[in-house]
Nanobody, 115 residues
């Protein structure tokens, strides 16, 4: 069983920054893809950004140029640097890791962008 623990969420003003972290209980090098998703209450969970073992990254259009996904294999941690935050970025952010056909999710961290 793999544990994913997110941290770094909180309340930030529009235009501010946050860095989310997702600590894995095993080496993240074994996951062929990891990603950050977000979900607003009552809506579907959406992919925000993903990164493969080959360091290929993808982003949803609404965060391109503002968010950066990265990983540190030595620390078994996935990151999401979020800059120029907007109120519409408010959501619970989840970390996801795929290992073969098995998918693991973290418990989520709340991000609230408000003045």
């Amino acid at each position: 069983q793999v544990q994913l623990v997110e941290s770094g969420g909180g309340l930030v003003q529009p235009g501010g920054s946050l860095r989310l972290s997702c600590a894995a209980s095993r080496s993240i090098f074994s996951f062929y893809v990891m990603g950050w998703y977000r979900q607003v209450s009552g809506e579907q969970r959406e992919l925000v950004a993903s990164i493969t073992t080959g360091r290929t990254t993808t982003y949803v259009d609404s965060v391109k140029g503002r968010f950066t996904i990265s990983s540190d294999n030595a620390k078994s941690t996935l990151y999401l640097q979020m800059d120029s935050l907007k109120p519409e970025d408010t959501a619970v952010y989840f970390c996801k890791a795929s290992l073969g056909r098995v998918v693991y999710w973290g418990q989520g961290t709340q991000v609230t962008v408000s003045s």
